[in-house]
């Protein structure tokens, strides 16, 4: 199945909803550095609702500890300064789909560095982004469709 992966998210209905599309796919969750709530949030544990219970999450440090556990992994980074769309990625079972913190992406610096794993969701050039975790579900949607909806038809 897909992995995706916050690094640092911010507000708590966002991951809570990220939370909840990963339960309902089966991808598994993967939360990065600095978390600006506490998992016990009330507002994170409410907008996953009842489906806690189906998530398979991890907490990592950094995203140099995420790819030192996963030294194989394939990793998909979506931010703005992308080049080329979400859509153009051939999406493999175990992939890991990489998004950064509400207020501000991905760092620059890693962007620049794996520019060419690095993809962005076709937008208005006057609209700043989309929400993080409908960002999330377009293109774990994406992933799955290419991969024949595994597990949920």
Partial sequence: ?????????????????????????????????????????????RAGLDYWHLLEVERHESLSELWQQNPSGKFHYLSTRGTRFYHEVSYAPGDFIVFGKETAGLPTELVREKIESTFRIPMRKDARSLNLSNAVAVVLFEGLRQLGFPSMI
Wanted: proline fraction near 7%; hydrophobic fraction near 40%.
């Fill in 1 to 45: 199945m897909l992995n995706i992966v916050l690094v640092e998210p911010e507000i708590p209905p966002n991951t809570g909803n990220v939370a909840r599309s990963c339960a309902a796919t089966g991808a598994k969750l993967h939360l990065v550095g600095k978390l600006g709530f506490s998992i016990d949030d009330r507002q994170l544990k």
